[in-house]
């Protein structure tokens, strides 16, 4: 089991930086791949960007590439996501979630392949 919690998000102007975070407590974070997603109002949850375990290997959403990076630290059981050139429809709640695997290397885009996820966070870009 483990529990992942969420960084607060917040209100960001178009075109900002935001870096959210996710702590993971309970068994050893390394052995998740983790992944970021998140879903908007009156849409269904998507892919933002995904590590794998090692860290060693990331994925991003063609819309968040070149602005987004994903990242971790396994001492300290965290993933990252750092936000730049915020777009007003990026405004959602963005959820961290965590998959246990084997596979030291692959990523997983898939939301129903994850096994735990955080309580969610809001991010609110103006235009």
């Known amino acids: 089991q483990v529990q992942l919690v969420e960084s607060e998000g917040g209100l960001v102007q178009a075109g900002g930086s935001l870096r959210l975070s996710c702590a993971a407590s309970g068994r050893t974070f390394s052995s998740y791949a983790t992944g970021w997603f998140r879903q908007a109002p009156g849409k269904e949850r998507e892919f933002v960007a995904g590590i794998a375990r090692s860290g060693g290997v990331t994925y991003y959403a063609d819309s968040v590439k070149g602005r987004f990076t994903i990242s971790r630290d396994n001492a300290k059981n965290t993933v990252y996501l750092q936000m730049n050139s915020l777009r007003p429809e990026e405004s959602a709640v963005y959820y961290c979630?965590?998959?246990?695997?084997?596979?030291?290397?692959?990523?997983?885009?898939?939301?129903?392949?994850?096994?735990?996820w955080g309580q969610g966070t809001q991010v609110t870009v103006s235009s």
């Open positions: 979630a965590a998959k246990s695997t084997l596979l030291t290397m692959l990523v997983y885009r898939d939301d129903s392949q994850y096994d735990y």
